[in-house]
């Protein structure tokens, strides 16, 4: 099995697109995004030279594309560019309407001063109805032309607004104007997703750094601190928006995703219902005929599987857990259950936690025994009555589980604790507790905007590494500590803009010579020294999110955690109007699909690596070995347990 992803949502090899205003600036980067996915496309521009060049790239590189010279607000030439993609490529799942100009509009302020508007030359009629007719007529007409070719299969239809859409934009009112015409009118159609599986939504971002916002002149720095951006967005964030729109159908339809210097990825007026207005069976990666053969192979032992449970409660992992019968193959499934044959498991540094009965308060003595581990992957080998339609899977499908129990061969599983996946893989398995931590906890208890310093100790680890790459995506200058040199080497990979190794210099000093100001958001879970080193580092405003203390989990008496005080926390919080706030993961159960849907995303985009760690462990055997050693440190990346050692590679 490759271990890439290579199917997100809507985005599977030999899907089809068309994309409009194709040719350069996010229309491009899209394009190409969509092309990486196997996404046949059919690109739309004015531009001949530049849309050629484009296709020329796509289909160089292994992709197909064919470029539709085309002027949007010529009813005839779209009709016939959506018949032209039709005819090469016989369905149409997706469609980009990303054409669009500015930033024409009549100058109010000179028209106040003149007090003549009708012979004025500051009204500019013919460019900004041209700019409403592109903008906003286009439109209306190119998801009229989608809608007709995607009714008989569904499909999503995503439209490039702007943030002048949502927001006041003072000095460009007629080209808000178009732009929130384009929102309401996708907020309008949400009840096509319930009615014909087709998805309308958009995207809102800030200005970006693409050539039309680079012609706005004065305009750009109007706007800039009319909405107090602190800079302009990168393409590749607006394009990760997009394809986050793209592969989640969780906010349904109408769904408006607005993209901002400040607060990264927000939904704006979220439909009240749309939960519920998802329709027949999600899309999802088809069962495969080896996964199932995988998940459903007879074997002469009666149906008796293992798994990993703790015995009695200890921070020393190995002596708390044994191997015990766990279910059975051959059990009836109640109406809504499913039965996974587990192919893959993430060991946590949280781990030592659980077999310590931290979790589960002070009669955790009589929970015992305890199943163990946190997340896998894995292939569904039976379906009980109503799963089927509730979850959109069959005997075959890739699924992940977050629920305790991971360290199992196989697992009866509720429908609701179900996430479908693109793929059994060890990069799946790290998007998981590792990936969904950083995502959510940056975002929900961080508050992550762009422009600021953000600190991720333990960079190198399973979810450090998430926690760098999305700092830097939202455009922030990020720090990354770690204890090795071939950690550091990694850091530097994932883009980290200053690396300090904490075994060659220290990181206090590093702080205080390097960074005056301050850090305005830490990503902490080491704890001990490391922790107050940290937040004596805040900045005015600063935040601290704890994720986890490994430092101390094993150090305090009896090898148990060790409980630290902080003389003078509050004063130093007080006197920066600073936060401090813990992150438990199972807290924000709500936020995992539409987050593990955007890694996914980003992952299928090349906008985020997943290191695992290289080294192997296999069995439940094995389990021990890869707890001990997360814990020594010396791991790079996520460390994975193949539970059972058939290669999963062959399939």
């Known amino acids: 099995m490759d271990t890439q992803m290579d199917k997100v949502g809507l985005l599977q090899q030999g899907s089809a697109a068309i994309v409009t205003g194709a040719a350069s600036g996010i229309g491009k980067a899209t394009a190409l995004a969509l092309a990486s996915c196997g996404v046949k496309l059919t690109l739309l521009d004015l531009d001949t030279i530049q849309g050629s060049e484009l296709e020329r790239q796509i289909v160089s590189n292994g992709g197909r594309a064919q470029f539709v010279a085309c002027d949007v607000t010529n ?49 500019g009629e013919a460019d900004w109805r041209r700019m409403s007719a592109i903008n ?31 927001l006041p934009a003072p000095g460009l009112e007629a080209y808000a104007a178009t732009k929130a015409g384009a929102v309401h009118f996708v907020r309008s159609l949400a009840w096509m997703h319930q009615a014909a599986n087709i998805r309308v939504c958009c995207v809102c971002p800030q200005f970006t750094d693409t050539p039309l916002v680079q012609s706005m002149g004065k305009h750009l720095a109007q706007q800039i601190q009319s909405w107090k951006m602190p800079r302009v967005l990168r393409v590749e964030e607006v394009v990760g928006a997009i394809m986050e729109l793209l592969a989640d159908d969780g906010e349904g339809g109408g769904a408006v995703l607005a993209v901002t210097a400040q607060a990264g990825r927000t939904y ?160 799946t398995v790290a998007l998981l507790t590792s990936g969904l931590t950083a995502s959510i906890a940056l ?100 935040r601290l999110v704890v994720i986890g203390m490994m430092s101390q989990y094993t150090s305090g008496k009896d090898g148990g955690w060790a409980v630290l005080s902080h003389p003078g926390l509050p004063e130093k919080l007080l006197n920066k109007s600073a936060t401090v706030t813990g992150f438990f993961l199972p807290h924000y159960a709500r936020l995992f699909k539409s987050h593990l849907s955007r890694l996914h995303a980003l992952m299928s985009t090349g906008q985020l690596r997943v290191e695992v760690d290289p080294k192997s462990f296999v069995g439940l055997e094995s389990v021990a070995d890869a707890v001990d050693h997360l814990q020594s440190g010396n791991s790079l990346g996520k460390v994975v347990v193949s539970i059972n050692p058939l290669q999963l590679s062959r399939l």
Request: proline share 4%.
């Open 268 to 427: 704006w007026r979220r439909q009240k219902s749309g939960r519920q207005q998802k329709s027949g069976a999600p899309r999802r990666p088809p069962p495969s005929p080896e996964l199932a053969a995988w998940a459903t192979l007879e074997r002469d032992d009666g149906g008796v599987t293992r798994k990993l449970v703790a015995t009695k409660l200890s921070p020393d992992f190995r002596a708390a857990t044994a191997i015990v019968e766990g279910v059975s193959r051959t059990a009836s499934l109640a109406p809504g259950q499913v039965l996974i044959r587990r192919a893959l498991t993430g060991v946590n540094a949280s781990d030592i936690n659980f077999t310590s009965g931290r979790y589960h308060g002070p009669g955790a003595q009589d929970l015992l025994p305890l199943d163990v581990g946190f997340e896998s992957v894995g292939v569904v080998a039976a379906v009980g009555a109503h799963a089927a339609q509730k979850l959109g899977v069959a005997v075959g499908s890739p699924v992940a589980t977050m629920s305790y129990g991971g360290f199992s061969e196989y697992a009866v599983e509720e429908f609701k604790n179900v996430v479908p996946v693109p793929a059994v893989s060890r990069e």
């Open 443 to 542: 975002e929900q208890s961080g508050r992550m905007r762009g422009g600021e310093t953000v600190l991720v100790t333990a960079a190198a680890g399973g979810t450090g590494q998430f926690a760098v790459q999305l700092a830097k995506l939202a455009g922030n200058h990020v720090i990354a500590t770690c204890g090795s040199d071939q950690k550091a080497d990694l850091l530097r990979q994932l883009g980290a803009h200053r690396v300090v190794n904490y075994r060659k210099e220290s990181l206090k000093q590093v702080l205080k010579s390097e960074y005056k100001a301050g850090v305005d958001l830490v990503y902490e879970s080491v704890g001990g020294d490391m922790f107050n080193t940290a937040l004596n580092a805040l900045a005015y405003k600063g």
């Open 136 to 166: 906003l007529g286009a439109v209306v007409e190119g998801a009229a032309l989608a809608v007709s070719n995607m009714r008989a299969r569904g499909g999503v239809v995503l439209v490039n607004a702007s943030s002048a859409g949502i």
């Open 75 to 123: 009813s005839d030439a779209q009709r016939a560019a959506f018949a032209k993609h039709m005819e090469a490529y016989g369905a149409l799942d997706v469609c980009i309407l990303n054409a669009g100009v500015g930033f024409a509009s009549p100058d109010f302020r000179a028209l106040l001063a003149e007090g003549q508007a009708s012979s004025s030359s500051h009204v």
